[in-house]
């Protein structure tokens, strides 16, 4: 079969989206592509219809040991003869699967990246035939990456060893920075490279000032998100604890994820997380990647993340299916103080610390940003974008004032603190004293004696908080050592004595007006009155089917095809044929139950 019948008979789609069709004939001609898509851009088709076209057996080298079930389940659901081979296999399960290679009875083999340093690996991969390698997740190459694995460092010598055997590298993100070192690293300098665009329409880009998070995000999904699937993210195991707990006293069912569980209640929390319905999952970035969940509304941020790149990957878990979706940060003060402690206490050079340094910078750019978050994001990634109509800055747009004096207060009182009284304060005893608060460590340390004492009363606390976090954020601020006291920059000095002018982001009074992304061509989002009970039989029955076979709803249907089904109530199996997502193999799996389900 060629790629096209393949797409249509196996994937059950009519046409290739984006550079996919290019993709997929230069890797099935035998050569090698480095592909940066965005989550949900249709990646996997890119190895999995070549695989299926050339001779021999696809092996994708993936790091999601935790989902490999899964991925291997879909593609059996699909008609696709596939295995996996990693350590959580007994040995004869191990065996059956090397059998199934070695006779040429599989289609797709998943490795993790750690069994190709195994020469008993290596040495059965050579005793077969192998249609081509897949690099998934290729970022984990990239050493200062946000998520590095060491074991993806050994790929460089997949060409070595099987040098007529194509490879495409995988990932869904990367800087010009991140996509050299890709290449360099696995060796793929002449490899055909293909980029699209990293804009995700669907996606509503929102950061919103940290005013008791917990709270805020709790409002966000009863009005917004109620009884959807959503990932929220935290940056430390309390946190996210704290977080689950407090959703679940508030009726949101939720679920926690971070390294400090045993690996047995992970395990389960994500099983349960991909296979029912309305769902949240909290989690530290250890969660997250590979998560194929096409239903995910909304990924919150209770934490500010480390880089673009990372924001970008966790943001992009939400929606993937095409249909509206929310990312939501909350985003403060204690964030960037926090952050650059992290980056003065972290191991590694001075060169990795200033990579760091770099990274948080361009997360505080997008943060602070007056101008479209999209166009920001783009920018970022080396795209150009207009301006969206559909993010917060979009939609409400943010002024800037003249923050001169006020910075120039800000700094006067950490420079009489430390040059005068030779004393390191942080942020609230900063902002204490300009606000001529007497508490008891005000006048514990004569601080109410100073001549910045009482001279910030223009501003509340939340103002001053706003207005130190934007001087951070400019580099005009700095903290240091254990404490987080506030220091002095050489741009300080540009502010307090040579007239340079600071423009600050004025805090949005009210939140941005909410207005849906428009959804994909071909996927209804809104469906008619008489069809939303019919698509509510349908998700009845998948939920059934999911149950009885122990695998993710999506891996029988997405929403979307259940969309379009009852939408337009195909009456024969040759109509639910024609529909999108309905491949050969489950049209005469599930063809006739889905009739008899439409006509009860």
């Known amino acids: 079969m060629g790629s096209h019948e393949v797409l249509r008979r196996v994937f059950g789609y009519d046409s290739f989206r984006g550079a996919q069709s290019e993709i997929v004939e230069h890797v099935i001609a035998g050569g090698d592509a480095l592909v940066l898509m965005p989550t949900g851009g249709g990646k996997s088709l890119c190895y999995q219809i070549p695989a299926l076209v050339r001779d021999g057996v696809g092996v994708v080298i993936s790091p999601l040991i935790a989902l490999m079930q899964d991925q291997v389940d879909a593609m059996r659901d699909l008609g696709v003869r596939a295995g996996f ?115 995700r329409p669907n996606i509503q880009y929102r950061i919103v000032p940290k005013n008791e998070p917990r709270k805020q995000l709790l409002e966000l999904l009863r009005n917004e998100h109620q009884g959807d699937a959503g990932i929220v993210y935290c940056l430390s195991r309390n946190s996210v604890e704290k977080t689950a707990e407090f959703l679940n006293q508030n009726g949101v069912r939720a679920l926690p994820y971070h390294a400090g569980l045993d690996s047995g209640t992970r395990a389960r929390n994500q099983a349960q997380f991909l296979r029912e319905e309305g769902l949240v999952m909290v989690a530290t970035i250890a969660f997250g990647m590979g998560i194929d969940k096409p239903d995910v509304r909304f990924v919150a941020h209770l934490d500010l993340p480390k880089s673009v790149e990372g924001y970008y990957q966790e943001t992009g878990r939400a929606g993937r299916d095409g249909l509206p979706s929310t990312a939501w940060l909350a985003y403060g003060l204690q964030d ?107 006048i514990q340390f004569d601080h109410d004696a100073l001549s910045v004492f009482g001279i910030g009363t223009e501003l509340n606390e939340s103002g001053w908080r706003g207005v130190v976090r934007q001087l951070l954020a400019q580099g005009l601020l700095a903290v240091e050592g254990e404490f987080s006291t506030l220091a002095l920059t050489p741009a300080s000095e540009e502010v307090l004595y040579r007239g340079r002018r600071v423009l600050l982001r004025r805090e949005a009074e009210r939140a941005a007006k909410v207005r849906a992304a428009k959804p994909k061509k071909g996927e209804p989002v809104d469906l008619p009155a008489e069809a939303a009970p019919v698509f509510e039989r349908l998700r009845a029955w998948r939920a059934t089917q999911a149950k009885e076979q122990g695998v993710p709803a999506y891996v029988i249907f997405h929403d979307a095809t259940l969309r379009q089904i009852a939408a337009t109530g195909p009456s024969t199996l040759a109509e639910l044929g024609g529909v999108t997502g309905v491949g050969e193999n489950k049209l005469a799996k599930y063809g006739q139950q889905i009739l008899d389900t439409l006509a009860s």
């Open 85 to 199: 081979l990693n350590s959580t296999q007994y040995p004869d399960e191990r065996s059956l699967v090397e059998a199934e290679f070695l006779a040429g009875e599989l289609d797709l083999l998943y490795l993790a990246p750690e069994r190709l340093r195994v020469e008993q690996t290596a040495r059965l991969l050579e005793r077969g035939r192998i249609a081509l390698f897949a690099i998934d997740e290729a970022h984990c190459v990239a050493q200062w990456g946000h998520d590095f694995r060491p074991d993806y460092l050994a790929l460089s010598h997949l060409h070595e060893r099987w040098p007529d055997v194509p490879r495409i590298a995988l990932t869904a993100t990367a800087t010009k920075a991140t996509h050299a070192e890709i290449a360099e690293r696995l060796g793929l300098g002449s490899a055909k490279h293909f980029v699209a665009s990293f804009d």
């Open 336 to 442: 960037v103080v926090q952050q650059r402690k992290m980056i003065d206490d972290s191991d590694g050079d001075q060169q990795h610390r200033r990579r760091q340094i770099a990274h948080l910078e361009a997360m505080l750019a997008l943060c602070e940003t007056v101008e479209c978050r999209r166009v920001q994001l783009l920018n970022y990634f080396g795209q150009d974008g207009e301006p969206c109509g559909n993010c917060d800055t979009c939609l409400n747009p943010p002024e800037t004032w003249d923050g001169t004096v006020p910075a120039q207060k800000v700094l006067s009182t950490v420079y009489r603190l430390r040059s005068e009284r030779r004393q390191k304060f942080g942020a609230g005893q900063t902002i204490d004293i300009l606000l001529g608060r007497k508490t008891a460590k005000v």
